[in-house]
């Protein structure tokens, strides 16, 4: 492998070039990562312990001053900083009280970088009001939830820097009664009022 493609960050290399540089990327995965395996580990230990005792300033510790988390249910907000994350965290765990995380299957290391992509199975019971917004919060259904998902983590100095996490949301909607199951009597009704009104929304429709 090349010095340049070597040091190249994922950012600067085009889709074709990602491409090629996965053969000599691969090859250097351990020796580039084994020197981080142990700060990974003990990262992960303290992370899983910190969310499962609902532990705020613990979780704080394990994150960068100007650490990021990136939701696409998010709507392309995101949360940068650690007074910015206390508040989500308390907000969850106020929502969501029982809380529990796991890892059920091995994690991935990445070509590029250092960071971890993680499986997680998460469960519990919406018991406290959930805030969706500025102006808007959501009252709980008593209904419990297991859901499944994929955290992305960066690294920086041994903390983490960047987190994107990835779940089914509607699922989790639907387990927490905030919309109607798929095969729902409502939904049903819904769809064939979207394809009614659809004509009647069609852009220039109504222009003269």
């Excluded at 009597?185 to 009022?193: S, V």
Aim: glycine share 6%; aromatic share 10%.
């Amino acid at each position: 492998m090349s010095e340049a493609t070597e040091s190249a960050p994922a950012g600067n290399m085009t889709p074709d070039e990602l491409v090629e540089a996965i053969p000599p990327l691969i090859a250097t995965v351990s020796s580039r990562l084994g020197e981080h395996a142990e700060t990974l580990r003990d990262w992960s230990r303290d992370w899983l312990h910190a969310w499962n005792t609902y532990d705020v300033d613990a979780v704080l510790a394990l994150v960068t001053a100007d650490f990021v988390y990136q939701d696409p249910s998010m709507f392309g907000d995101q949360i940068v900083g650690r007074a910015a994350f206390r508040e989500f965290l308390t907000m969850m765990w106020h929502a969501f009280p029982d809380m529990a995380m796991e890892i059920p299957s091995t994690p991935f290391v990445p070509l590029i970088g250092t960071g971890l992509a993680v499986p997680w199975r998460l469960t519990g019971t919406f018991t406290g009001d959930l805030r969706a917004g500025d102006d808007l919060t959501i009252a709980p259904t008593g209904r419990r939830f297991d859901i499944h998902g994929i955290d992305l983590y960066t690294y920086r100095e041994g903390l983490l820097c960047h987190w994107t996490s990835v779940a089914d949301q509607m699922n989790l909607a639907r387990q927490l009664g905030l919309i109607p199951d798929p095969n729902s009597r409502q939904i049903k009704y819904a769809l064939r009022a979207q394809r009614l009104l659809t004509p009647l929304l069609t852009p220039g429709r109504w222009k003269r």
